[in-house]
């Protein structure tokens, strides 16, 4: 399989500190982004705990990359993706009870792994996903926020939802609890996907359309600059975290 992939975070044009940090390890075809909250101090140590711990998790792995996985290396994979993602929480909320600088410190986690055959992803929080196929665009990730339960529960549309005053709360989070749930799904890959892992400093700004037109229409250095872009000429009122990574060969 070859991989090419690009990574920028940005501050945006409102905040005076970057709390996002995202992670590309070519060699695990491992992806990575964290969106930090609780100030400048905390906030960008926790999403960096994040990404280095899943990375160390990662790195401890055998390589299994030697052929498409069966179903018993599926569900050991997502495990381990479980598990880093845990670890980084555990660490976070330790950090946080040791020291009173970083209490109410918290990051979203949002983890892709490529594989021969599928694509493995790991989220908390309200950092997307998303997979791009023949010219078509999908959310593959489920936003753990408010403002997603409301949309659920019918009480809020998602046009309302983007713009409304609560969109940042989000119901799930690394650091504030020492265990949290983790999502995980597996996806096929085919020759030409593309998967785009961004911080909500994007998603809030730039609707799902206008991702499919940027990421299937330009290379990926190109659309994640032209991402960022976008989105601070739309306010950037937060920092904003690009991932992209495409297919270009099984």
């Known amino acids: 399989m070859r991989v090419t992939s690009c990574g920028i975070t940005d501050v945006g044009m409102k905040r005076q500190n970057n709390e996002d940090n995202y992670?590309?390890?070519?060699?695990?075809?491992l992806f990575v982004v964290a969106d930090g909250m609780g100030g400048h101090a905390g906030g960008e140590y926790a999403s960096q705990i994040a990404v280095t711990t899943v990375e160390e998790v990662l790195s401890n792995i055998q390589d299994e990359r030697g052929g498409e996985p069966g179903?018993?290396?599926?569900?050991?994979l997502q495990e381990k993706l479980r598990y880093a993602i845990r670890l980084a929480g555990k660490r976070i909320y330790e950090r946080a009870q040791e020291n009173s600088?970083?209490?109410g410190m918290g990051t979203t986690a949002l983890v892709l792994v490529l594989r021969e055959?599928?694509?493995?992803?790991a989220h908390v929080g309200d950092s997307r996903c998303y997979h791009f196929r023949n010219g078509d665009v999908a959310q593959v990730t489920?936003?753990?926020?408010?403002?997603?339960?409301?949309?659920?529960a019918g009480?809020?549309?998602?046009?309302?939802?983007?713009?409304?005053k609560l969109r940042n709360i989000i119901t799930r989070s690394l650091g504030y609890f020492d265990e949290v749930d983790i999502d995980t799904q597996v996806t096929g890959l085919v020759e030409g996907d593309a998967f785009l892992l961004c911080s909500d400093g994007l998603s809030n700004l730039v609707d799902e359309q206008e991702l499919r037109a940027i990421v299937t229409g330009h290379p990926v250095q190109d659309a994640a600059r032209r991402l960022v872009e976008l989105a601070n000429n739309r306010g950037g009122d937060d920092n904003i975290t690009v991932v992209i990574a495409r297919v270009d060969a099984m």
Do not use: C, M, P
């Open 101 to 103: 600088d970083f209490h």
């Open 155 to 164: 009480l809020i549309s998602k046009e309302n939802a983007r713009t409304h």
């Open 117 to 121: 055959q599928s694509g493995y992803i």
């Open 142 to 152: 489920e936003d753990h926020s408010w403002v997603n339960e409301q949309i659920k």
């Open 23 to 29: 992670l590309i390890n070519d060699d695990l075809r």
């Open 71 to 76: 179903a018993d290396e599926e569900v050991v």
